[in-house]
C-alpha cells in the first residue's frame, strides 16, 4: 500500500516562508511523477505544483508562480515544496501525491491521500 507522510507546515504571517516535505513509501517519486495539491475549506482540491518523474516538465498554479519551488531529493522518496512570500490565500491543507502527466495535464495516481499538513498564513 502506497502512503504519504506530509510535513512541515505551520502558522506564519504573510511574507514567511515555508518548506514542505512528503515522504513516500517506496521509490514511487521515481516511477512517477510527483507533485503538491491544497484544499481550503469550502474549496476544491486544487494542483499547486507538480513534476514529471525525471523532472523534464514541471507546473505551477498561476496564483504561486515565482513563489513556490516543487523539488525531489536524488533516491526519489522525498519530495519538497519551497514556499516563499506567503500570503493569506495560500492558506489550506497541504497533501502529497505521485502523478502522472498525460494530454497536458497532471492526474492524482493514488486514491491513498495523506493526512496533509495544515499551512496557515495570517498575521
Known amino acids: 500500500q502506497v502512503q504519504f507522510v506530509e510535513s512541515g507546515g505551520g502558522l506564519v504571517q504573510p511574507g514567511g516562508s515555508l518548506r514542505l516535505s512528503c515522504a513516500a513509501s517506496?521509490?514511487?517519486?521515481?516511477?512517477?511523477?510527483m507533485g503538491w495539491y491544497r484544499q481550503a475549506p469550502g474549496k476544491q482540491r486544487e494542483l499547486v505544483a507538480a513534476t514529471s518523474s525525471r523532472s523534464t516538465r514541471t507546473t505551477y498554479a498561476d496564483s504561486v508562480k515565482g513563489r513556490f519551488t516543487i523539488s525531489g531529493d536524488n533516491g526519489k522518496k522525498t519530495m519538497y515544496l519551497q514556499m516563499n512570500s506567503l500570503k493569506p490565500e495560500d492558506t489550506a491543507l497541504y497533501y502529497c501525491?505521485?502523478?502522472?502527466?498525460?494530454?497536458?495535464?497532471?492526474?492524482?495516481?493514488?486514491?491513498?491521500w495523506g493526512q496533509g499538513t495544515q499551512v496557515t498564513v495570517s498575521s
Open positions: 517506496g521509490y514511487i517519486f521515481s516511477i512517477y511523477g
Open positions: 501525491n505521485a502523478v502522472q502527466y498525460g494530454s497536458g495535464i497532471y492526474y492524482p495516481k493514488f486514491d491513498s
